[in-house]
């Protein structure tokens, strides 16, 4: 007689099994014209503090890298030594820009393996990095545009950043990290491609689909965009995916598109404990955000009531503000941090809600025709 196979009513029912486990984003590296400039940028206007290099004083003769950290995030900046190399052809082509989202992962080779066969283009095969501190396994995959996903194995790692790279002294910090983790990252996508990026990291990642209730239908009108957003099971991933969609004017993804030359990555959020504090530093260092006119809180808090206490502080820094059912966030956009009007962050300080400031295109838009028409041109 064969015994039965179902499991006997006590026994635990196995967890699902997760085939692409993914720890979060390891580093996110922009490719930028000037590696050594930029690093003084970030160090200086954003508080992030260098960690690592590697460059012709390290044996390294095609290009510069200057690592940075603040909070849980680290930042590599990476600029072209030769006019042959293909960071200077990314660059001559789409400015600076976010050349890899690199994710940690428990295992590379299964990782691009399985992204392979859920139909991922590879990009660099898994290979090890080693120095005394141990190895590193790393591959990357294709994602929009030019921008790659690079699997990141450090475990087997103490050193800086990767193997090859110079550590460099740490100083007492001065003060508390402004910056804590990253929040999301958003990728923007040709007209009609939003859907098919959506699938890619669907089927890739096994991310789904983030569902969040905003008065997205108005939104739309307003902001001339379509945004979905995928996010990995424990929601510690999140790549809000955007299109540009017939608006009033020419949407922001279209300017976007039209200066990166393609697809690519749109912004960083970073997230904040107190994003007043933080926003009112960023100033004093230099980071320029977006201007917020000032009828935009005339019913901020009509809208959210929970900030009606702050309201001084938030119209005093500019800060935005958006709410959905499960609680409110503040955030606030820089300006594009290089010459192009592509790339910028953001800064977010979440208290339950979950979205990602789309009631703010409406809120922001009706308070920029209030302007319009104290000024009579409405
Ligand atoms: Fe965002």
Do not use: C
Not at 10 to 37: C, F, K, S, T, Y
Not at 61 to 90: C, F, K, N, W, Y
Not at 135 to 151: D, K, P, W
Not at 293 to 309: F, I, N
């Amino acid at each position: 007689m064969t015994p039965t196979t179902a499991p006997a009513p006590h026994e635990a029912v196995p967890a699902p099994v997760d085939r692409m486990p993914l720890n979060g984003i390891d580093h996110i590296e922009l490719w930028v014209g000037n590696a050594a400039q930029a690093a003084y940028f970030y160090e200086h206007a954003f508080g992030f503090r260098r960690v690592a290099y590697a460059g012709l004083e390290t044996g390294v003769r095609d290009r510069s890298t200057h690592v940075l950290e603040q909070g849980r995030i680290r930042l590599v900046l990476t600029g072209a030594l030769s006019s042959d190399s293909p960071i200077a052809r990314h660059h001559a082509r789409h400015g600076d820009g976010v050349r890899s989202i690199a994710l940690s992962v428990p295992d590379v080779d299964h990782a691009y393996a399985e992204a392979l066969a859920r139909g991922a283009r590879g990009v660099d095969m898994p290979s090890t990095r080693t120095d005394e501190h141990g190895s590193v396994r790393l591959a990357s995959i294709a994602t929009y545009g030019e921008t790659l996903h690079t699997f990141v194995d450090r475990s087997a790692y103490a050193g800086a950043f990767l193997p090859g790279f110079r550590a460099l002294p740490q100083r007492a910090p001065e003060a508390d990290d402004l910056l804590l983790a990253i929040d999301h990252v958003v990728g923007n996508v040709e007209l009609g491609h939003m859907q098919e990026w959506v699938g890619f990291y669907e089927r890739v990642f096994d991310m789904t689909e983030m569902l969040h209730f905003s008065d997205e239908a108005i939104s739309t009108e307003y902001s001339a965009l379509m945004s979905k957003v995928v996010a990995s099971g424990d929601g510690r991933i999140k790549f809000p995916i955007n299109e540009p969609a017939e608006g009033r004017r020419k949407s922001q993804i279209d300017e976007y598109l039209d200066f990166y030359e393609g697809a690519g990555a749109q912004h960083i959020a970073v997230a904040t404990r107190d994003i007043v504090g933080t926003v009112a530093e960023l100033r004093r260092r230099g980071v320029s955000f977006i201007p917020i006119p000032e009828s935009y809180y005339d019913d901020v808090a009509e809208r959210v009531p929970a900030v009606a206490g702050q309201l001084a502080d938030l119209r005093e820094q500019g800060i935005l503000v958006d709410h959905d059912d499960e609680g409110y966030l503040l955030q606030l956009f820089t300006q594009p941090v290089g010459d192009r009007p592509t790339v910028f962050f953001e800064v977010i300080e979440r208290h339950g809600a979950r979205g990602f400031g789309e009631g703010n295109f409406k809120a922001l838009f009706e308070a920029i025709e209030r302007e319009q028409d104290k000024r009579g041109n409405l």
